[in-house]
């Protein structure tokens, strides 16, 4: 499974931002699709989860502020991200995981710069 994430850039305080994420190759239908991210010398968080079915999951810090949402025939997640913070800034990744089992698949990372 490879996972193509886009929609990254700089973005001034209050701005908004939507990351777009493409999965594609052996795709397990029954997978929770999700963003996390990563500030300079900070350990990866989650951001948002959606399911197959539909359940979101957010982090606290942005769950007023982001939606997540998906596609199942598009094999397509986006995370449409407003009143944008400084401390946002940071590598948001895209990732596709079925709990217990090995299928956790990561992408390549965009860069989300909030700044003024």
């Known amino acids: 499974v490879q996972l193509q994430a886009s929609g990254g850039g700089l973005v001034r305080p209050g701005g908004s931002l939507t990351l777009s994420c493409v999965a594609s190759?052996?795709?397990?239908?029954?997978?929770?699709m999700g963003w996390y991210r990563q500030a300079p010398g900070k350990q990866r968080e989650l951001v948002a989860t959606v399911t197959s079915g539909g359940t979101t999951d957010y982090a606290a810090s942005v769950e007023d502020r982001f939606t997540i949402s998906r596609s199942n025939p598009r094999n397509t997640v986006w995370l449409q991200m407003n009143s944008l913070k400084p401390e946002d800034t940071g590598i948001y990744y895209c990732n596709s995981k079925i709990r217990g089992t090995d299928y956790n698949y990561w992408g390549q990372g965009t860069l989300v710069t909030v700044s003024s």
């Open positions: 190759g052996k795709i397990l239908s029954r997978n929770t």
